[in-house]
């Protein structure tokens, strides 16, 4: 007699097929299908509205002791500096040439915004594209009145001032009075916008420099030189002592990339299980409550409607997520055909080895049938979304807590959590995923892969008989603790 259940193809493909084109027909599966191109039209339309979500705010500064209003503002200019290198530096991902890359970066820590767009106009003409400074969250405008008493009004927001010849409120005033010393000023910032910290968090900024520079200068020292030796200083070089590939063994984003790709990898794999097996829950529970099961049950088996409804919504959940990955492998195949960074074309071609991709699909399958079983089994126990609710919460905490160990696997893939969460089943695939990258003997992948593949099959025979019991017997939440009661505890009904 053989163990394995008996099952009819063409019943428990009709299954798949009801739960799959049930639950496609609705609103809701083509809202999600069509979420990333709503979201991606919707970026594009508020680009082109040009609408403003966070309105410049304008500050006037009342300096009575004459020594920081100006400096002030050059450090408000020298931040804005700063911010454009950064903008600026992302260009240099996409420079092949390694010595121009480094010269590029120097120059723009060294010399500014300005120096690296030349630089790029002289050297890479093709990244030298028109270079806009995104807008500041404040400005600095002329104060309208020259003592607080006469600046309340303005900033009460009882009186406007004229900026380009348009009305506008003041949203803010430092005021610089006089101090036990010139480098400590007695400094105030008024405001009603309490929640906006940018102006001040610039005030701190400056009178901590002042107090740097008054001591420097005290020692003879020059701020200028110390900024930009600090600027031009040499960086560790990163070397990876089991690189093999040729002479040189620097590390650089081909040996990064893989970790990304699989900290990603994980993610949607966790998303993809707990989506399809939140699906199962509620689908067993609707047609539980509506005695459509009970219908079923005339012409098919337990194990054709379990199989079916693995099937049915495994398919739901790979049409949803459909765009997403089209997404992603059009991506990953552009840029490993046309990207400039060699480094990362070797990166992602490393990351998406056969390995990574017989195991992702491997995880994939026996993590889905592994939670979906429990929900499964728990959705024919509930009698209400309330029961199923309460059965529920403890696979959904585990299921959450498996998230802590997908960043483990970009930040420590060394971590003695995520080796240990590689061998239990719950957090496995997940687990193993993210630390493929690191090289895992193949031993612990197996092995791995073992338990959870032991615990999926105990999981479906349990499924099978929970399954059989909530469903013949009606059973609810007080079916099973009646049961705990009569057969653990020994207590009579």
């Given at each position: 007699m053989s163990l394995l259940p008996k099952v009819n193809m063409r019943r428990t493909f009709l299954i798949a097929r009801r739960d799959y084109i049930g639950y496609v027909k609705t609103w809701g599966f083509w809202i999600s299908f069509l979420l990333p191109f709503l979201f991606g039209g919707f970026g594009i339309l508020m680009a082109r509205a040009d609408i403003d979500l966070t309105p410049t705010q304008y500050v006037t500064?009342?300096?009575?002791?004459?020594?920081?209003?100006?400096?002030?503002?050059?450090?408000?200019?020298?931040?804005?500096?700063?911010?454009?290198?950064?903008?600026?530096?992302?260009?240099?991902?996409?420079?092949?040439?390694?010595?121009k890359r480094a010269d590029f970066l120097r120059i723009l820590r060294a010399e500014g915004a300005d120096a690296g767009q030349t630089y790029l106009k002289q050297n890479i003409p093709t990244l030298s594209t028109e270079f806009v400074v995104p807008s500041s969250e404040f400005t600095?405008?002329?104060?309208?009145?020259?003592?607080?008493?006469?600046?309340?009004?303005?900033?009460?927001?009882?009186?406007?001032?004229?900026?380009?010849?348009?009305?506008?409120?003041?949203?803010?005033?430092?005021?610089?009075k006089a101090g036990e010393s010139p480098e400590r000023p007695q400094t105030e910032y008024w405001s009603s916008n309490v929640n906006k910290v940018d102006v001040p968090n610039l005030v701190d900024h400056y009178l901590r420099r002042l107090a740097r520079v008054t001591y420097l200068d005290s020692k003879g020292l020059s701020v200028e030189e110390l900024d930009r030796l600090v600027a031009t200083a040499p960086e560790a070089v990163l070397y990876n002592p089991i690189k093999t590939q040729g002479s040189?063994?620097?590390?650089?984003?081909?040996?990064?990339?893989?970790?990304?790709?699989?900290?990603?990898?994980?993610?949607?794999l966790w998303l993809a299980i707990f989506s399809g097996a939140y699906m199962l829950l509620t689908s067993m529970l609707e047609e539980k409550l509506n005695k459509l099961l009970e219908m079923m049950l005339a012409t098919t088996r337990f194990s054709e409607i379990i199989l079916g409804k693995l099937l049915g919504v495994a398919a739901l959940t790979l049409s949803m997520m459909a765009p997403y990955i089209i997404v992603g492998v059009v991506g990953v195949i552009g840029y490993v055909a046309f990207g400039p960074d060699q480094d990362v074309v070797k990166g992602l071609v490393s990351a998406f080895s056969a390995?990574?991709?017989?195991?992702?699909?491997?995880?994939?399958?026996?993590?889905?049938?592994?939670?979906?079983?429990?929900?499964?089994?728990?959705?024919?126990?509930?009698?209400?979304?309330?029961?199923?609710?309460?059965?529920?919460?403890p696979i959904l905490f585990v299921l959450m807590a498996c998230v802590v160990v997908i960043p483990l696997g970009l930040t420590a893939p060394d971590s003695p959590l995520l080796r240990i969460a590689t061998f239990i089943p719950f957090s496995a695939p997940f687990a193993a995923i993210v630390r493929l990258p690191s090289d895992p003997p193949m031993w612990e992948l197996l092995l791995s892969t073992a338990f959870l593949l032991l615990l999926c099959i105990g999981t479906i025979a349990m499924a099978g008989r929970i399954f059989r019991f909530g469903i013949l017997s009606g059973a609810g939440a007080e079916v099973v603790i009646t049961w705990f009661k009569r057969v653990v505890l020994r207590r009579k009904a």
């Open positions: 500064v009342i300096d009575t002791t004459g020594e920081h209003e100006a400096n002030l503002m050059a450090l408000d200019a020298e931040n804005k500096d700063v911010q454009a290198q950064a903008i600026l530096a992302t260009r240099a991902y996409f420079i092949q040439d390694k010595k600095f405008v002329p104060p309208p009145a020259r003592t607080l008493k006469d600046l309340l009004p303005y900033l009460r927001g009882e009186k406007m001032i004229m900026v380009d010849g348009e009305p506008a409120e003041l949203g803010g005033a430092v005021i610089f040189d063994q620097g590390v650089n984003s081909s040996d990064t990339v893989p970790f990304v790709v699989a900290t990603i990898l994980a993610g949607f390995k990574m991709i017989i195991f992702l699909i491997i995880y994939l399958i026996l993590g889905y049938i592994l939670y979906g079983a429990f929900f499964i089994a728990l959705g024919s126990l509930s009698s209400s979304m309330q029961d199923a609710q309460t059965l529920t919460t």
